[in-house]
Each structure stands twice: as C-alpha cells, then as structure tokens.
C-alpha cells in the first residue's frame, strides 16, 4: 500500500466496494496519464524528432510502400479505387498492429523500474504507450482522409466505420500485446517466436488484399481471422461502395474480450514471478 | 505494521541449483522502527527490501503491509535518467496524486541542487542522485521508508539534513535501511537485523548487531 491508495482505501472502506472501484479507476487514469506525459517527455528529450518520429515512421513506411506498388502496378485494379490510397489505408493500421504486440515485450523489460512504485502496476505501463502508438496512427488516418479528399477529391465514405475499425485494431492488438509480454517475461523462446509468428500471418490477416478480389471459399478461411474484418471495416469506412467488403462487429469484439481477458490474466500470472 | 508470514524467496541459478534469500521468515515491522539491515554481498538485502516494497513477490508466504511503504529507495531506481529532477519530482507527484509544483519546491528544497533540478539526471553525480532521490521519497508521507544505500554515497551535511528530517518531521514514521556503512546504522537505526544465509535474525542491540556481522 503506497500513501495515497492507503488513505484512499481507509476513507473508501466505508461506501463499499463500488466507491472503492470508482477510485482504483481513478487512481489508473491518473497513472496512465502521468506515463503518457512522462512518454512524451522523454520522446522529446532524446532529439527533436523523437516525438514527430511517432507520426512520421507509420506514415513514412505506408507510403514507401504504397508508391512502390502504385509505381509497379501491384495488385489488381479496381474500379475507382486508387492502388494507392488503398495501400496507405491498409498498410498504415496493419503496420501499427505489428507494432504493438512486437514492441510490447520490449517496453515491458525497458519499464521495470517503474514497478517499484506500487502505484504502477503493469498494465499501465503498457496502456500508456499503445495508448500514445494509438492516438498517432489516428492522428495519420485523419491527414490521409484530408489529403485524398483536398487533392484526391474523394471524401471518406463512412467516418464511423473507420474510426471504430481503428479503436477495434487498437485493442485487438492491445490484447495480444499483453500477451506477447506475458509470454516473453516467462520464456525465451516464445519471445523468440512472436516475430516469425507476426510476419507469417501477413497473408492471413487480409491486410494487403481487398477479400472482394479473393476466392470466395479463401474469403471464408480469411474470415475466421478477426484482423481481416477490421482491415476490412476501414477499407468499408474509406471506399464505401466503390468497394465492397465483407465484417461483421460482433465477431470482431468478441475476439477483442476474448485476447484481452486472456492478456489481463496472462500478465498476472507472470506478474510475481518477475525478477528485478 | 509489516507482517511477514513464513516468506521465503529463492532464486534459480544455473542448473538446479536454488540461491536462498529467505527460508520461511516470520517476522513484523511496526510504526515508528528504525531497523538496520546488515549482511554481506549477495545475501538478498536489496531483495528483502523490494519484497518488503511489494515490488517483488515472494516464492512462498505473505507479506502484507498494514501501513503505507515508499517504494525501495536504491541508486537509479524509480527516476528516469533522460528527465530533469524536476520532471522526475513532477511524475512522481502525478502518480501519487501530489499537488504538483509543491512537490517540486519541497524535493528542491531538501536535496538542493539547484540548477541541476533542471538538467537530466544522467547528468548527476551519485551523491546528487541520493539526494535527489531522498529528496523524493521524504517529500512524499509514508509511514515507512525503505532505504537502499541511498545515503552511502551523502556528504556528512546531507546525512545530518537526512537525519534531522527523520527525527522532526518523521519523527513517527518507521524506517527500514540497508547500509555497509555501520556508522549510518548507528546514526539512523535503534535496532538491527542481519541476513544470512536466508536466516533472518533481529537484534534489539545495535553493538552486538554489528559485532556479529563483523564477525561473519
């Protein structure tokens, strides 16, 4: 018990257990915000880039790519849809959803310090930074809609669709975020497999590829594979009808509770038997 | 009030070979203790102390903590190197829910560093960092302060600041300390404890205290 909590828990003690919830949820928000400013700091404080460098590198991979494959002419052609914007639109969500779960390992091992305030606990740790990781893969989404509506003439056909695609990847990578930490604090070798195991679903997580294009019976396959729905909502979100897709939201927030639970328990598990 | 109920911690070394911290240690630590912890290199007292911070967990027992602990005060941990003290000071009071600006005035004014509050803290020389890092922890009010050879590194002015701060303002509060110096024992402590071998054993004379560790 650290002063505050202990105060808090003495007063809290009498109006019961939800007053009692309502303040550990409380105290974590005001944690979480303390380690996204302190994130933010020390992004600042390395060089003057470090914090541009957040939005830059998303962008700056997607676009390298997205020039690549509009240069060679990649990929099938679809009516109305530029190869692209399409590229950008999904290369940009996939590489942060790569980037979540193969960076959690790392800021979980490049934080321990911080569990020795007891106010800390491990999950704050990681929810500040994928919570930072989350707010500039927006903030790049919403200068992509801008600039192919200004230049590109084409708005963005759903706004809400493709906001809650991207707050679906978020916590769907969140989830196995948690658990690829929890995996690499208790074995070296599972920390080993989560990079190949990232690529090797690339062709499974119907990223690069509408699933309009694909073979209805390898559309069901892709479709057991919650990550294609989402990159599929904000496709839906961006092209709209020019380009139909195939989602379904229910399916794709039960595999978020599902990884999230699982990552929340798995993290516990691992929490005492961490050393320092 | 600390109680420790029949903890024990061990680590794995290489092959099947177990190192023992503490084998099945019963033990309680009240407000207002100021207990030395003396033991020789690699005997666990950082451990101990980290268990007692609930930092790390024990293998087996509880611990549970009646009273409100600082984190384990021990060089370079619990501040960032790239930030300033005073950015340091400022995250700390966030997460414990400090008046923000206050707790930066209060570390400045206990640990006087002056214009290095504003430089990064990879910058600082030791004693600067367990001034700073006392600085922190006495700003904030525990009931118990864990002390990890934070003060080996002080001048004899910041030990006499240190120690005046614990006999007026925390006068009440208990103390729990890690030093090889036994003079800081001396100065800090009224009852020592030495770990050995996982054995934990609590002496209520400091003199015989440290004449057994000496003796080790």
Known sequence: MSATSWGERRAAAAPGEFARTVRGFRNQLRVVHALILREMQTRFGRNQLGFLWLFLEPLMLAGALATLKWAMSI????????????????????????????????????????????????LDVVLARHALEMAA??????????????????????IPILFTGLVLLFLLAHGLGLMAAAAAASSEIAERLIHPLIYLSLPLSGALISLHTLDPSIREVLLWNPQAHIHEMVREGFFGDRLPSYFHIGYVTFWVAVVNLLGLAALRAVRPRLEF | MIILDGVSKYYRMRGRAQRWILRDTTAVIRPGDRLGILGRNGAGKSTLMRMLGGVEYPNAGRIE????????LAHGIGVHGALSGADNARFIARIYGRPVEEMVDAVNEFAELGGYMDMPVHTYSAGMMSRLQLGLSLAMDFDCYL????????????????????????????????????????????????????????????????ATYEAL
């Open chain 2, 147 to 210: 002390i990890d050879e934070a003060t080996s590194v002080g001048d004899q002015r910041f030990i006499e600041r240190t120690q005046h701060r614990l006999e007026t303002r925390l006068r009440s509060r208990a103390l729990i300390m890690v030093s090889h110096h036994s003079s800081h024992i001396r100065t800090f402590c009224r009852t020592a404890a030495i770990l050995h071998d996982g054995i934990l054993t609590f002496f209520e004379d400091l003199d015989e205290a440290i």
């Open chain 2, 65 to 72: 903590r009646r009273m409100s602990v600082s984190w384990p």
């Open chain 1, 137 to 158: 893969v927006i903030t790049v989404m919403a200068l992509i809609v801008i600039g192919v509506w200004v230049w590109g003439d084409t708005p963005p056909w759903n």
């Open chain 1, 75 to 122: 990929g099938d052609s679809i009516p109305g849809v530029s190869i692209f914007v399409f590229t950008l639109v999904s290369y940009l969500p996939y590489f942060t959803f790569r980037a979540i779960i193969s960076r959690a390992p790392g800021t979980l091992r490049s934080n321990m310090t911080l569990l020795y305030h007891q106010q800390i606990k491990l």
